[in-house]
């Protein structure tokens, strides 16, 4: 009960805020060796860590050694991200079951496929609503990540604000940065539109000439006014540093360098 309890919501925040990681910047190694992986992140000193879908995979044992391993390292998952399949009636119960023992408070739907113009995106919202009202019991809350469709207009509107207009309050809107500027769209004003529910964003960089193949602070995006607008009005709770495609040798060089460049830019 107490890992999946509620964090202060659209409350001024500090530098204090944590920041995580992304778990799918280091896929490759992940698939290799979860526990050595995770352990690696930790050292870096990544204080959150957010698991995508194959956790999904896991037995409830060895979800259970996963939380130790946090555990000991210091580390906690505030939330995983989850294909729009794991949430039906058959598979959410045992989405249930992992999140609470990494304690967990978001599961998070990570995409939503394939959606045929704005009434399909209402469908995606009423989804999230019913989800949102299975997890409750268990208090626990779901989200949605946006890609750079999600931000392109279909028939003069953007899909997120459908989203955003059509689900309750606790649904979290869960930015992805890189996304939102590579479709033209300005992440500040986005923020500042939703105040109290953009609890997690994935700090993900881009650059008109480099596309998402750049570590964090090196592309496109005005990162100290996100930062100012999430802790003053969005309810920031944690950020996760996610790296699209390495720059660098290996992508655990890149989450090292990103974790650098993010301490350089926090002061």
Known sequence: M????????????????????????????????????????????????????????????YAKDVRKLLDDVGVRCHSTHNSAGYFSAQNLPHAIE?????????????????????????????????????????????????????FTPVDGRRPIEVLAANTDKSVMLQLDVGTCVAAGSDPVAWIK???????????????????????????????????AAAESVGGIEYYLIEQETSPLPSAIDAARQDLANWRKLRG
Request: with cysteine; aromatic share 10%; hydrophobic share 40%.
């Open 2 to 61: 107490a890992a999946a309890a509620p964090f202060a919501s659209a409350a001024p925040q500090s530098e204090s805020v944590p920041v995580g990681l992304e778990l799918y910047s280091v896929r490759e190694e992940l698939a290799r060796d979860v526990m050595g992986t995770v352990r690696q992140v930790a050292q870096m000193g990544y204080q959150v860590v957010e698991f995508y879908a194959p956790y999904f995979q896991w037995t409830p044992a």
């Open 193 to 227: 539109a939703h105040p109290g529910r953009i609890h997690c964003i994935h700090c993900k960089e881009w650059s008109r000439d480099k596309g998402y193949k750049v570590l964090f602070g090196e592309g496109a995006s005005p990162w100290k006014q996100i930062f």
């Open 98 to 150: 992992l999140n609470q023992t990494l304690g967990s408070k978001y599961v998070v739907m990570s995409s939503a496929g394939s959606v045929k113009g704005l009434d399909g995106w209402k469908g995606v919202a009423e989804r999230l609503n019913q989800i949102a009202d299975s997890l409750k019991p268990h208090n626990m809350l779901t989200g949605y990540h946006n890609h750079g469709p999600e």
